[in-house]
């Protein structure tokens, strides 16, 4: 839906500092907007304000909507969403419902990942970056980030085209590849799966 088409909701409970907004954004950019902003019949915000705020912030035009058209005032004060927090790595994720965690979104998040790190090779090894520094700045991500995530360049070529053609090979989360990936490309050739069984 169109964010412009959206209202904040006049009794919305929650406020976000800037900050916060500015989280919510790097969490967006990082892993896309996996949940859904609820609103009325008018549009209006039910849950999502802050992730209205933060899509803008990262000059987003649309965000993925649930609309709630029959619920009274005192149902959406009293919409209760089951959540659980997941970590991955510094980050925590809000994962609302059941969903699992190793969704689309998870599977795009690891397969981007890989993508930047073997971008960030190639600027290194070619000469276009001096230093991971100055990587990091291009991409406002920290030092710290790429040089974790510069292990994925180990990955074998086999082993990219395994995951991105059978994602049910893909590790729960990103720390879990990283954690999993041996130098030796053989052992790759196992599978990332049965190296985490």
Not at 42 to 49: E, F, L, T, Y
Not at 61 to 88: G, K, N, Y
Not at 98 to 111: E, G, K, P, R, W
Request: aromatic share 4%; proline share 6%.
């Amino acid at each position: 839906m169109p964010i412009t088409s959206l209202k904040p909701h006049p009794h919305n409970a929650r406020t976000h500092s800037k900050h916060q907004i500015r989280q919510i954004a790097q969490s967006i950019r990082r892993f896309g907007l996996t949940n859904p902003v609820l609103v009325d019949a008018k549009n209006q915000i039910i849950a999502g304000h802050g992730r209205v705020e933060a899509a803008k912030l990262l000059g987003l035009t649309e965000v993925p909507t649930i609309r709630l058209e029959s619920l009274t005032e005192d149902q959406i004060a009293s919409i209760e969403c089951p959540f659980r927090h997941v970590r991955q790595g510094r980050a925590v994720r809000l994962v609302v419902g059941d969903t699992n965690i190793t969704t689309d979104a998870s599977h795009q998040a690891i397969l981007k990942a890989i993508a930047s790190a073997r971008r960030w090779y190639e600027q290194i090894t070619t000469g276009k970056s001096s230093n991971i520094a100055q990587l990091a700045g291009i991409d406002g991500v920290s030092p710290r980030f790429i040089r974790m995530q510069m292990k994925l360049v180990q990955l074998s070529p086999q082993s990219i085209e395994n995951m991105m053609t059978r994602p049910e090979s893909l590790p729960l989360s990103l720390d879990d590849l990283l954690a999993l990936i041996p130098m030796d490309w053989r052992k790759q050739s196992l599978g990332l799966s049965a190296m985490s069984a």
